[in-house]
C-alpha cells in the first residue's frame, strides 16, 4: 500500500551563496534563520509493514529490529549515557557485528505544540527532508570523538555513522 504525502525539501539560494540554516529556532519568532526557500514536493510513501525483513544496511541504508528499550525514562542525560549508552552499544554490535562502536551524541525529539522554543533540551521533531552527515562532517567525527592515533588508520577502513531511532513512548 502507498500513500501520498508533502515532503518539504530545500532550494538552495538563488545568488549561489553557500546554503546555512541554524539548527535552533529563535526563541522569541519560532523561526530558523536560513537563506535558502522551501520546496514542497508530493512523493508515494510505501508502507513497508510486514515487509520490514526486505530492508537491511547494505541494501538500503536502514533496517528494521524489535528491541525494546531497557532504559524507557528519556529524560535525564547522565541516566542516558549511563544507561542508554551500554544497551545500544550491545543492539548495534548484534546486529551489525561492528568491531567498535563509538557513540557520541543523542537527540531526544519530543512535539510540543504552540511551543517556540527549540533549544536543545526541547528539540522537536525536524518537518523538513535532510541528511544528518555529511562524507565531510563524518569524517569530522571520527576526529573529533575518537584518540588522534587512531584516527589515520580508522579513516583508511570501512566506518559508519548510524543512527538507532526508538520510539520513547512505547
Known amino acids: ?3 501520498t504525502a508533502q515532503l518539504i525539501y530545500y532550494l538552495p539560494p538563488a545568488d549561489g551563496s553557500r546554503p546555512f540554516a541554524y539548527i535552533n529556532s529563535d526563541s522569541i519568532t519560532g523561526k530558523q534563520s536560513k537563506n535558502w526557500v ?5 512523493v ?3 508502507d513497508v509493514r510486514g515487509k520490514e525483513s526486505e ?4 541494501n538500503a541504508g ?3 529490529h524489535r528491541y ?3 532504559h524507557t525514562k528519556f529524560t535525564d542525560d547522565k541516566e542516558i549515557k549511563e544507561e542508554y549508552y551500554p544497551e545500544s552499544i550491545e543492539l548495534i554490535q548484534k546486529l551489525t557485528g561492528a568491531s567498535r562502536i563509538v557513540i557520541f551524541d543523542h537527540t531526544i525529539r519530543r512535539r510540543r505544540p504552540g511551543q517556540v522554543d527549540d533549544s536543545p533540551q526541547k528539540r522537536q521533531p525536524v518537518a523538513l527532508v535532510h541528511v544528518d552527515q555529511t562524507t565531510a562532517s563524518s569524517i569530522a567525527r571520527v576526529h573529533s570523538y575518537l584518540p588522534p592515533s587512531d584516527a589515520p588508520t580508522l579513516l583508511r577502513s570501512r566506518f559508519q555513522i548510524i543512527n538507532l ?3 520513547i513512548s512505547h
Open 44 to 46: 508515494e510513501i510505501e
Open 1 to 3: 500500500m502507498t500513500t
Open 38 to 42: 522551501q520546496d514542497a514536493r508530493s
Open 55 to 58: 530492508f537491511d544496511l547494505d
Open 62 to 64: 536502514f533496517q528494521f
Open 68 to 70: 525494546p528499550a531497557k
Open 165 to 167: 531511532w526508538r520510539p
